[in-house]
């Protein structure tokens, strides 16, 4: 497995906004603006943490605006919101990483953040619950990642598209779900080797609701709080309206 390290930033130049697609939101309560003014309209008030997207511009000039007792100098820059508003945002408030409150719990593992790269998505932080969460499709399936845990972390990947399979079609589910996460592999981060789960569905006689070992794919028996090492497990798809919805556990075990 590969653990990242997690830096903290609160003000970030304006030339990484040249090399970047998308920010984060480092202030609890930030204003979307209409145009690039502190008396422009006020179209929407984004969370903290919450990502927006670069739209490659930023206001011919700076503008001073004063935050506490400090006044800060900075540009407005063009972003588009995860539901698709486009505004004007004071580049104090957006940074490349995700922002976290001076108090927040010590992990033994980097803080969970983004498990996917080169993808439109939607993505979230709740610092509360440390989770960091992702939606976005690919090639029109639906996935939708969560990244959460400390000592003890999990990701757990939900896939939802269009199907008339039934749960009696047990190997052509699997296949399916080998197809989707091959798809997502290809943007995966490997906190997981993905593939070494693909191997497994492939060659295993993998059942839903089931835990097994991570490495070997060997079925885990007994208590499931008793196993110490990383594990994969499915659980049994829902189907509705011709639709099924798969959810793949990968947990970490004790680290």
Request: proline share 2%.
């Amino acid at each position: 497995m590969k653990f990242k390290t997690v830096l903290f930033f609160l003000l970030i130049g304006s030339n990484l906004f040249a090399e970047r697609l998308y920010y984060y939101v480092n202030a609890k309560s930030v204003r979307l603006r209409e145009t690039p003014s502190l008396d422009s309209k006020v179209l929407t008030i984004l969370k903290e943490n919450e990502t927006v997207d670069s739209l490659g511009e930023k206001s011919q000039s700076k503008v001073t605006v004063q935050i506490g007792k400090k006044d800060i100098n900075d540009y407005f820059y063009f972003v588009k919101t995860s539901d698709d508003m486009n505004g004007w945002v004071f580049g104090q408030y957006l940074t490349d990483s995700i922002t976290f409150e001076k108090d927040i719990v010590f992990c033994s593992r980097a803080i969970p953040t983004e498990t996917v790269l080169g993808l439109d998505k939607k993505s979230f932080f709740d610092k509360k619950e440390l989770r960091y969460t992702e939606e976005f499709q690919i090639k029109g399936t639906k996935f939708l990642i969560t990244n959460g845990g400390c000592d003890y972390f999990t990701h757990v990947i939900r896939i939802e598209e269009q199907s008339k399979l039934q749960l009696s079609d047990h190997n052509e589910l699997l296949k399916l779900i080998r197809e989707r996460l091959e798809l997502l592999s290809k943007y995966y981060q490997n906190d997981f080797d993905l593939k070494l789960v693909i191997s497994h569905l492939q060659k295993k006689k993998i059942q839903f609701d089931s835990q097994y070992e991570f490495l070997s794919g060997k079925k885990i028996n007994g208590d499931v709080e008793d196993n110490q090492g990383p594990s994969f497990q499915l659980k049994k798809p829902i189907f509705k309206n011709q639709k099924i919805s798969f959810q793949i556990i990968l947990a970490s075990g004790l680290l």
